[in-house]
């Protein structure tokens, strides 16, 4: 076994060598790695390394302070977790280099950030205070959550580094709103401000459902997931603040609510266009395709009794300008259908898929067909555009909500 030694060695000499060894011949855990520049790169030339060392002292400084909501909450190497270890290291130095919180590289010089102090030392003292001020706030709004760490989607990876840019995104609206200058305040004002706009954000982790966190905040991985996640969470202070949010946040939101609509507006077309063509395949084979004395075909006439639904649909016909036309059916209005598969001899046909309850209707009724009517109203949304009809949320959630319940349903009972 040949050794090789070094006697004498400066200490600081002796660590960086001993990273790059193993960085470049054994590999070893990152966050050991990115932990040790704390102990060797402070004050470095290199004014990114300087950075990341600093960032790499704050996150130690935060682990190893038993008054820190994420004390003991990283993983380290060697060391077999528990459940609540699910942080690592680098990934909350990245996330703090990325904020731009503990300063920025300009021309190749730092800028001190909003959590900066005079010396390092005194900006780890200061981004400690700050941070677990603000994660304080985050964790007593839902301790069980907190301590669940990655099963609960808030103690984790990528919701510590959203938060880290939400507090940035925070920052930059309070200067702009408010001409406040942060590395003037002290401690106490910066964690009682960002505290008044995460607001929203607290009262959600505090209340939402456990299926509400999960659609949220879940499935976030990479710095696409950071990004995803720290959008949701400007989408929720957007409620309290409207004016919330970067121009890029904001074209993300406009970019999504188009893609929303067009999807929308294709869903209800589809819709009525499925809805239609089973209630008329339903009552053929109900009623058969057969010609009355009448001279009307049966699913026609017996079908559909009502008098005024026919006459609509029959006008409709002779006066499409077209000059394309349809079978009468295919006139037929869709809050129409509603009249239709409440008819007595064609209820037991049509319940199976079209009797669904609205959230709020009361219980016991023989008929829940009354979202027809709410899907008709939607219909005029696509077919009638303007700047004062438009979707809201709730309209995006009913049309969730009729997907899912209606293709079901539909596909349970194929005609």
Request: glycine letters at 6%; proline letters at 4%.
């Amino acid at each position: 076994l040949f050794v090789l030694g070094f006697e004498k060695m400066e200490t600081r000499k002796e660590a960086d060598l001993f990273i790059t060894i193993n960085h470049k011949q054994k590999s070893v855990p990152k966050s050991l790695l990115v932990s040790l520049l704390a102990d060797i790169r402070m004050g470095a030339d290199d004014p990114k390394i300087a950075l990341t060392a600093l960032a790499s002292a704050v996150v130690r400084s935060l682990y190893s302070d038993n008054t820190s909501p994420l004390f003991r909450r990283y993983t380290l190497p060697g060391v077999p977790p528990s459940h609540s270890q699910n942080l690592t290291i680098s990934e909350t130095v990245n996330g703090l280099n990325r904020s731009i919180l503990l300063g920025k590289i300009i021309h190749g010089s730092i800028v001190p950030g909003p959590l900066s102090g005079a010396t390092d030392e005194k900006t780890i003292v200061r981004a400690r205070i700050i941070l677990n001020g603000y994660f304080e706030a985050i964790m007593e709004a839902n301790p069980e959550r907190w301590e669940l760490g990655k099963s609960a989607y808030i103690c984790v990876n990528p919701g510590i580094r959203a938060h880290l840019s939400l507090i940035t995104e925070i920052i930059k609206y309070l200067e702009h709103r408010k001409s406040i200058d942060f590395q003037l305040l002290k401690e106490q004002e910066i964690i009682k401000l960002l505290i008044e706009i995460a607001e929203p954000i607290i009262n959600y982790v505090r209340t939402a459902s456990d299926s509400e966190i999960s659609e949220s905040f879940s499935r976030k991985f990479g710095e696409g997931g950071v990004k995803e996640y720290l959008y949701k969470m400007c989408e929720i202070v957007k409620v309290g603040f409207n004016d919330f949010g970067s121009d890029e946040f904001k074209n993300y939101i406009e970019k999504r609510d188009d893609e929303r609509v067009s999807e929308a507006d294709q869903f209800i077309i589809n819709l009525t266009n499925d809805v239609t063509n089973y209630v008329i395949e339903v009552l053929k084979m109900v009623h058969g395709t057969h010609r009355m004395p009448s001279g009307e075909l049966a699913y026609w006439e017996i079908g559909i009794e009502n008098k005024s639904v026919k006459e609509k649909a029959y006008k409709k016909q002779q006066d499409d300008p077209t000059h394309k036309r349809l079978p009468k059916e295919a006139y037929i209005d869709i809050v129409d259908i509603q009249t239709i598969i409440q008819q007595k001899n064609n209820w037991i046909h049509f319940e199976p898929v079209f009797n669904i309850p609205l959230e709020d209707e009361k219980k016991g009724k023989k008929y829940y067909t009354s979202w027809i009517e709410v899907f008709n109203k939607l219909r005029r949304i696509p077919a009638h555009k303007s700047a004062l009809r438009v979707y809201d949320d709730d309209d995006f959630g009913f049309l969730d909500y009729l997907r899912s319940e209606f293709y079901s349903r539909l596909e349970r009972n194929k005609v």
